[in-house]
């Protein structure tokens, strides 16, 4: 199913059941990749269940060819990623209302970490791969949702945040969903809604939520430095350097190629979305929203959005048919 730093993953069926379950080993039989593992596992059994969580079925100390190996819940969409080129191929451009379900799950899942264990804990490395997606209950096998089920993944790098006891923890997830420079050598859970926001931007505008390339380059070059060659972009020494910065995802579609170079730009989304997305992407850690607040408040109206939208879906598409059956009797 896929392989990062921490493992790889494959799909088993059993034999009878025809159940299909995730299972995750070390990438490599070295001590740092078990030790990764085995990091992930003791995360997952502290964390324990929730809807917006990837579930621990089991694990095995002893699993073969390369131990341990982790049973987890599967999710059939793939990660966040391989869900967008699903909606894509489908129809074009990411739905608005799978955008304001993924916040509402995320709202959950986060809150989850960060309100409700016995220790706030902070995530540090959320992007779309870290993502998984799952079909709703009653979805075919053959559908692609729009309103799937949104799990928060990869859970290796959590840390606790317990404000002026043990050390500050250093920002260690990946920069292009990386939170401002100032919040990188001491975390907080505001990292994670941060991230959440820059992965928002890539799954309603198909780019990476850092700042252009060239505007980069030009900047360096302004600044009386040395500039880098746009391939050398690619190695984590600029990669920390180049911020992830906030496009609106309401911006009419003109506006999105001329202002934000954007080469395929998509239908605007609602103002009222974008003014959510935004507060999670604030730059200012004290006045980003928290995970907390998005639960209480946003959820609800979100629900209600996701509502209005299901419906005005389902009244195109029987208007669509209508207008097609009279066009086939004339």
Known sequence: LGEGTEGKVSLWRHKWKE???AVKQPARGTDFHRNMLKQELKNLKMVGTHPNVVSLLGWDDYYAPIPPGIFLDY???????????????????????SIWKFLVDMSRGLDYLHNHLAVPY????????????ARPPGCRNDEVPLLPIFKLADISRLVPYIPGQGPNHMFFGTPEYGPP??????????VDIYAIGATVQHLALGCYPT???????????????????????NHIKWRNLIPVVYRPINAAAEEQRTKYKLQHPNPPYSDVL????????????????????LTDWFVPLAEGQIEVLAAKRERDRAADIARKLRETAT
């Open 75 to 97: 999710c059939q969409l793939g990660d966040l990623l391989e869900y967008q080129n699903l909606l894509v191929d489908a129809g074009h451009y990411v739905p608005e209302e």
């Open 19 to 21: 159940e299909h379950i």
């Open 211 to 233: 700042q252009d390339r060239k505007a980069f380059i030009r900047e360096v070059m302004l600044q009386g430095m040395d500039a880098p060659h746009e391939k050398d972009l």
């Open 122 to 133: 902070i995530h540090g490395d959320l992007k779309p791969s870290n993502i998984l997606v």
């Open 181 to 190: 420079f100032s919040e990188r050598r001491a975390v907080a859970p505001a």
């Open 274 to 293: 974008n003014d959510w997305y935004s507060m999670c992407l604030e730059h200012e850690k004290h006045r980003r929203i928290s995970a907390d607040i």
